[in-house]
């Protein structure tokens, strides 16, 4: 009965997240209606909501993404988002490998329509190595993916690592493989035969100084992934730290080329997405519901002591939340509280953590919701059927890796 009735609130957040285009408002409503089918009363939803909205992990969660958000849309604004790629082709010496490198690197903005930011800078690369629309718009959203299995500030990351209490460095090593097949793959099937004409030879001091502008005009996000893994500080304060530097790195600027200084402070809070936090407090609400549910837990339990394989469970949970929500966090948010309890160690743990991560990452991916998907395919004008038989193998190939990974660590 809990089952049908997660069901039918997740159909409800399907239906109110198409006519809104708000899944965070979507996810609270799907949620209170969730918690009143389950017969709770008025005043647990309201304690529930209060109890989100004060609990110390969805604050970090908020002000990381709030930081993530206004980082982006500075170098945007700021213009270091073109000049770092003029310099990473430069120093690439390869049009192909900088076609793969570009849409990762605008993917770690986190804007929202950050991938139709790349779309532009793919079209240029693609149209100079001779690609179809089809592959460009294929190109963009694969090699901008592929970082999300290892980005540590990508919000189903930071998320995953927070809800599965992991050590960052050993979840993102075990997901490594993932992000790895699929740039390899990605290369080899639509980058790999396609001949170019080789870049104007530079000197070797040249070289070096395009190196360190790349560098340069990377250093805010590097800084902010830096400031988590080296100095071991939260992640909303190593993101403030990237703020700080990339507003240092205008003052530099402007002191040394004399251009047009920007007011970095009136451009911040245009770069806040009320919805992208609405989306983030949505998800933890959600989850929140879901874990006091004890019929659920109670369902799933009997689930797994009947012998229902848990990969299974997982595999098919994932399709259900993230398909339908087109995100990964959601999956992330009510599999990770219902799951990772049952692990016996740790290792088991960041396991199970992975399995539900690729799923549910698989699933968004491959939704016609997929938003980085419709406005890539939008600006290219390709159907979402050709775009489906570019996937047919790298998606499989991706997630045959993980159940590799998966099997590996069971035995050893």
């Known amino acids: 009965m809990i089952i049908l009735k997660l069901i039918v609130a997740m159909v409800l957040i399907l239906y109110l997240s198409n006519k809104t285009k708000n899944i965070g408002l979507s996810l609270i409503i799907g949620g209170s209606f969730l918690?009143?089918?389950?017969?709770?009363?008025?005043?647990?939803?309201?304690?529930?909501?209060?109890?989100?909205?004060?609990?110390?992990?969805?604050?970090?969660?908020?002000?990381?993404?709030?930081?993530?958000?206004?980082?982006?849309?500075?170098?945007?604004?700021?213009?270091?988002m073109n000049r770092m790629i003029e310099g990473l082709e430069n120093v690439l010496r390869s049009v192909?490998?900088?076609?793969?490198?570009?849409?990762?690197?605008?993917?770690?903005?986190?804007?929202?329509?950050?991938?139709?930011?790349?779309?532009?800078?793919?079209?240029?690369?693609?149209?100079?190595?001779?690609l179809s629309n089809e592959k460009k718009a294929t190109v963009n959203l694969i090699f901008r993916h592929g970082l999300y299995f290892i980005y540590p500030l990508s919000p189903p990351m930071i998320l995953a690592i927070k809800l599965g209490g992991f050590d960052p460095w050993a979840f993102i090593r075990l997901m490594l493989p993932m992000s790895i097949a699929m740039y390899f793959v990605g290369y080899f099937i639509f980058l790999k035969d396609i001949e170019v004409e080789a870049l104007p030879k530079i000197t070797v001091k040249e070289y070096f100084k395009n190196l360190v502008k790349f560098l340069y005009f990377t250093s805010p996000i590097i800084l902010s992934v830096l400031g988590v893994f080296v100095l071991g500080i939260k992640f909303?304060?190593?993101?403030?730290?990237?703020?700080?530097?990339?507003?240092?790195?205008?003052?530099?600027?402007?002191?040394?080329?004399?251009?047009e200084r920007?007011?970095?402070?009136?451009?911040?809070?245009?770069?806040?997405?009320?919805?992208?936090?609405?989306?983030?407090f949505g998800i933890m609400y959600f989850k929140n519901i879901v874990g006091s549910l004890d019929a659920l837990n109670a369902t799933l339990n009997s689930f797994i002591n009947s012998g229902f394989p848990i990969e299974v469970i997982i595999f098919l949970s994932a399709a259900l939340i993230s398909y339908t929500l087109a995100s990964t966090q959601p999956g992330i948010a009510i599999l990770f509280p219902l799951i990772l309890p049952l692990a016996s160690t740790m290792d088991m743990k960041l396991l199970y953590g992975m399995f539900i991560y690729v799923s549910a990452f698989m699933f968004y991916y491959a939704s016609p919701l997929?938003?980085?998907?419709?406005?890539?395919?939008?600006?290219?004008?390709?159907?979402?059927?050709k775009l489906y038989k570019n996937y047919k193998v790298i998606l499989p190939v991706v997630y045959v890796v993980m159940i590799a990974m998966y099997m590996v660590n069971i035995v050893l």
């Not at 192909?96 to 950050?114: E, Q």
């Not at 909303?236 to 003052?251: F, T």
């Not at 997929?370 to 059927?385: G, N, R």
Request: aromatic share 6%.
């Open 262 to 280: 920007k007011n970095v402070l009136k451009l911040i809070p245009k770069g806040i997405s009320i919805k992208m936090l609405l989306a983030i």
């Open 370 to 385: 997929h938003m980085c998907q419709v406005l890539t395919l939008e600006y290219f004008d390709v159907s979402i059927k």
């Open 236 to 259: 909303h304060y190593s993101l403030a730290l990237g703020i700080l530097w990339l507003v240092g790195i205008q003052e530099i600027d402007l002191l040394m080329n004399k251009g």
């Open 35 to 80: 918690a009143l089918l389950s017969m709770k009363s008025f005043e647990e939803i309201f304690h529930t909501l209060i109890m989100t909205s004060t609990e110390p992990l969805t604050i970090e969660l908020l002000l990381a993404i709030l930081f993530i958000s206004i980082l982006g849309y500075l170098m945007d604004q700021l213009g270091y």
């Open 96 to 130: 192909k490998l900088t076609i793969l490198l570009t849409p990762a690197i605008v993917g770690t903005l986190l804007v929202t329509g950050g991938a139709l930011m790349s779309c532009p800078m793919v079209e240029t690369l693609g149209d100079r190595i001779g």
